[in-house]
């Protein structure tokens, strides 16, 4: 059982030098260390795929978490992009709009698909079916846009890690996005270099963001910061794909996260402890949910 | 490496909210059941660290409910597992620990029926992946990566060599073992890593040893 890439360096490297997309190679490594047919695991990642597609849908006609603290956002978005005037562009609200349906449809118990956590499940899929629309994608490249993002999650998995409890929001949504910024690229047609480009632009932007949820819900602010994330990734890999490169390269910017995800306070690492899940109105929210414990 | 798969990353499907706190934890759940081989009667879930802060908020409670009655992480019926445990037969219990783990999400499930019980700590590390670090308070030291044996046997002279044999009959190398006796119930514990992934052929094989009483893997 092989392992093809231990870090961005050796990704990028593996799949340039084999005039290949990033996707590839995870499907790879997947099957040489799984011993699984290729067919086996496209079609699970095939299923995966639906899931997400689903949860969209779901997200989209409007649920409602049991606590009523989440729901409607993204039903709200896409009424006001249908009205044309918006501000930071259609495709980019878009996104915005299905990531936090994802995520509201996690809030409220539904089915998703953790990528890499449930936490953070809406911008992957939220910006694959942004773009969508815009590089009429086949299915095949649809799933390979979720193999792309595993290959990038899988590296800061094994080299930092993807839990707020962990590592914080940055360690979940941060991942997230950059692992999203780096496929967007691919799917446009960038280079793997330029997907890389992507990832640590996007990752640099988020370092630090604490995991902090009221009365411990993943629900505020975590649907909202999925929003972000999704815009986040959709800005990086325009940037990376204009040619902007990041100073620091993409390994190094792992290795930061993990460092500041380990010096983090616990308070700021899914405790529902610190930060806004300890403001006024979150410990009151968290005393009207639980009765008075928070 | 902790992550080997894909589809840790993008993965799994499963019931929110949290992957860590519901998906790990119903997997939590699970594993102990598996281990302890049916379903328990009784169980005692002993929670750490975020786990203790933020379990009712994320499902953790359910979920791990739902793990014990065998659910998948998208199993429909971790929602209403509480209920499902009473038709079930099942008594649980959930406390919360103020004891600092190593890990932040830690769950210890003390578990059993009129027959036996058992102990089973394991992890959530992210992503719905969850490790087991502890079975009936002997530290599982696994290196990771490949599948491990875990063998409960009672405490006899030629137990060890008797399974070890086995192995060797099926070419299966063993790469790290480790055996530790058990005081109460006088049953002994084998932890044993291979080099290469193992049938359930093997497995059954090794469970008709005399005194052997359970043998399950652990996809490490």
């Known amino acids: ?294 | 490496m902790k992550f080997t798969s894909v589809f840790d990353i993008i993965g799994p499907v499963m019931i929110g909210p949290s992957s860590s706190h519901t998906a790990g934890a119903a997997r939590i759940g699970r594993v102990a059941r598996d281990l302890f081989g049916r379903q328990p009667k009784w169980a005692k879930i002993y929670l750490y660290g975020s786990f203790a802060e933020t379990y009712r908020g994320h499902g953790t409670d359910v979920a791990m409910v739902g793990g014990l009655l065998d659910f998948d992480t998208y199993d429909e019926r971790i929602k209403t597992s509480f209920q499902l445990a009473k038709e079930a037969n099942l008594e649980f219990e959930f406390i919360t620990e103020t004891a600092n783990k190593e890990h932040p999400n830690t769950a210890r499930i003390v578990l059993g029926d009129e027959n036996s019980e058992m102990s089973v700590e394991g992890i959530s590390i992210g992503g719905g992946k969850i490790e087991v670090s502890e079975v009936n308070g002997f530290k599982l030291r696994l290196t990771g990566g490949m599948p491990a044996i875990l063998v409960v046997h009672d405490d006899r002279a030629g137990c060890i060599a008797n399974v070890a044999n086995t192995l060797a009959m099926h070419n299966v190398n063993i790469g790290h073992m480790e055996v530790s006796r058990i005081e109460r119930g006088q049953t002994a514990l084998m932890v044993i890593e291979v080099d290469q992934n193992i049938d359930e052929k093997v497995l059954q094989q090794i469970s008709l040893i005399p005194y052997i009483t359970k043998v399950s893997k652990i996809n490490n």
Request: hydrophobic fraction near 45%.
């Open chain 1, 1 to 294: 059982m092989d392992v093809l890439f231990r870090n961005v360096r050796e990704l990028v490297e593996l799949a340039e030098s084999r005039n290949v997309l990033i996707s590839e190679i995870m499907i790879e490594q997947e099957m040489n260390i799984t011993g699984r047919t290729r067919e086996d695991i496209i079609s699970q990642m095939d299923n995966n795929l639906t899931v997400m597609e689903q949860a969209v849908e779901r997200g989209l006609k409007g649920v409602q978490s049991v606590t009523g603290l989440t729901g409607g956002d993204a039903v709200l978005l896409q009424n006001y992009i249908a009205k044309g005037n918006s501000l930071s562009g259609e495709l980019l609200l878009d996104a915005v709009s299905k990531a936090v349906a994802t995520n509201e449809v996690n809030a409220a118990m539904g089915t998703i698909c953790a990528t890499p956590t449930a936490g953070s499940a809406g911008v992957v899929p939220g910006t694959l079916f942004a773009v969508k629309n815009k590089l009429n994608p086949t299915r095949e490249q649809m799933i390979n846009y979720l193999f792309t993002s595993g290959a990038f999650g899988f590296v800061v998995a094994n080299n930092a890690m993807i839990s707020g409890a962990a590592g914080g929001c940055q360690a979940e949504v941060g991942s997230a996005s950059a692992m999203a910024a780096a496929a967007i690229v691919e799917m446009a047609g960038g280079t793997p270099s330029q997907s890389a480009e992507a990832f640590a632009i996007t990752l640099k932007n988020m370092l630090g963001l604490v995991c902090d949820p009221v009365a411990g819900l993943v629900e505020v602010p975590c649907v909202k910061r999925n929003a972000m994330g999704a815009a986040n990734s959709l800005v990086a890999a325009d940037m990376a794909l204009a040619g902007v490169t990041s100073r620091i390269p993409c390994d190094e910017v792992i290795g930061a996260m993990f460092r500041i995800g380990q010096s983090m306070s616990p308070n700021l690492k899914e405790t529902a402890r610190g930060g806004l899940a300890a403001t006024p109105t979150g410990k009151a929210i968290a005393a009207r949910i639980f009765g008075g414990t928070a």
